[in-house]
């Protein structure tokens, strides 16, 4: 089992461009997660989804999308980027509501 | 929505010594409260966690203690070793509703354990 997938690694974005955070998991898990890790700060949650078709806002969801179309795969996507993106975003799944989430290697993403 | 207070930010000790990291909750609905380690530039991986049943669990060197009434919950690690150096968050999260599992996490807790 590869576990949770992000792609890509790093990532330098220019003001008002848009990209696609990409996600995958192998565990067959039904909850999927989208948080953001500022310098020296914790997580926040930026969106999440219960099963494919299913995805609400999290604490910090303005100027993202995600879809679900599959178990496996949860993209987010940035529209309009703005420096205030600037961030570690990780990505995690857990099989129920309050198992254990597994977290992606992350994507260090750079505005400019 | 729930508020997740952690202390202290930093905290530094001899390798053999005893660390304690505090977090406090404010939704009295929260019933499952994990502890994720993270190492620099790694991802965070659990350590430990506990639901609202139970006030204490252990894993060797490793405890938590839950206190529902006054909303708190700590991190116990014991004979600390210098690879125990990372960053620490506590968590909450309750089922049912629109919750969904979903974490709320403290600021962290940058853990340094010298030789």
């Known amino acids: 089992n590869a576990g949770v997938t992000q792609t890509p690694k790093f990532h330098i974005l220019k003001i008002g461009q848009s990209m696609t955070l990409q996600c995958t998991q192998d565990m067959n898990h039904n909850y999927m997660y989208w948080y953001r890790q500022d310098p020296g700060m914790g997580l926040k949650l930026i969106y999440y989804?219960?099963?494919?078709?299913?995805?609400d806002k999290g604490e910090v969801p303005n100027g993202y999308n995600v879809s679900r179309s599959t178990t496996e795969d949860f993209p987010l996507r940035l529209e309009l980027a703005a420096p205030s993106q600037t961030s570690v975003y990780f990505c995690a799944s857990s099989y129920r509501a309050l198992d254990e989430q597994y977290f992606g290697p992350g994507t260090r993403l750079t505005v400019t | 929505g729930e508020n997740v207070e952690q202390h202290p930010s930093t905290l530094s000790v001899q390798e053999g010594d005893s660390a304690v990291i505090k977090c406090t909750y404010s939704d009295s609905a929260s019933n499952y409260f994990p502890w994720y380690k993270q190492e620099l530039g790694k991802r965070p991986q659990l350590i430990i966690d506990i639901r609202s049943n139970v006030g204490e669990k252990k894993d060797q060197r490793i405890a938590v203690t839950l206190n529902k009434t006054a909303k708190h919950f700590s991190l116990h690690i014991t004979e600390t070793q210098p690879e125990d150096s990372a960053v620490y968050f506590c968590a909450a999260s309750k089922a049912g509703g629109t919750s969904y599992g979903k974490l709320t996490f403290g600021q962290g807790t940058i853990l340094t354990v010298h030789p």
């Open positions: 989804s219960v099963g494919a078709g299913i995805t």
